[in-house]
């Protein structure tokens, strides 16, 4: 047997661990495995590596992908959804083993249901908005990232009287803001998931702390709407995503706070830094189990599925159950985070 794997979309923590465990697990089958550089562009191109024992010594402790990544398409590139199969065949693959978030895992499930391709996913993303999995690997590695960047910039906040407003990535869900803010105790969380934020009921919250300790924090997600502000017009990706290159929000959130309270404010965008180095261990283990189940499931023959994190469980669903809707952040988790701001 000769699997390939690949890794699409936004790299994060986790993806090498899970590398490692879908190699060791095709040795253990006795099996080959070969790695495609750049997501679907190397299946697309023919961009392959072989990946050996050596290859994935020391891998647990890396962020980012050994592989590269990219947002490539095959859908969107002429004759790219023809190229990935004759590559297929000509490589001799058995299996595939496509690795990302919602879009690659999105081509995954149309090159199985349109193709029959021999195809298993395994989620990742550092947003945790994919469904049908309780958490995917990065997530957590973000979050402690951005914890740490939230209690550091309190320190400034303290010392000078300041209202410090961070501003982290997630572009659709809030979910590493709203774990940010509940982990970090900030004093209120901006998510992407309301149309528009109530910036009235934040500055009366706002107003109340500041009386009581004369600094506050605010988490603000890159995708918030905030009502007024003048949006630049963003470039789409290849899945029609927007990119986020500019990330102002947290700057308009520190004008209205400085324009409406008279305080001084100050904004840290922690963009990519949430995004690399070393997982946690959160993430190595699930990485790993999420390689090691892939394989399984291709020695089981069950195709188009993917690897979900259920409870402590980690099983197959169908990939198409993952993707069409992003799992985004519900009333139930907001109203915890409303009710913890006093
Ligand atoms: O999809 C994960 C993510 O990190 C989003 O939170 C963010 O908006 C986007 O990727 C950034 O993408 P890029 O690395 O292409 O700028």
Redesign the pocket.
Known sequence: MKIGVLTG??DCPGLNPAIRGVVLQAIHFGWETVGFNEGWRGLIQGLTEPLDIHKVEGLMSKGGTMLGSS?TNPYKEEGGVDKVLKNIREFGLDAVVAMG?EDTLGVANKLYSEHQVNIVGVPK???NDLSATDYTFGFDTAVNLAVNALEVLRDTGKSHRRIMVLEV???HAGWVALYTAIAGEADWVLLPEDEEVDIDKMLEHLEKVYKRRRTATVVVS?GATIPGAHLKKEEL?EFGHM???RREVGRQVVDIIEKKMKVEARVGVIG?MQ?GGPPTIFDRILGVRAGVKAVDLIKEKQFGKMVALKGTEVLGVDIKDAVGKLKTVTKEWSDLALGLFK
């Open positions: 979309g936004g947002r978030g993303t550092m947003d990535m997630g572009r890159e990706d990119i986020l290159k990519h995004r």
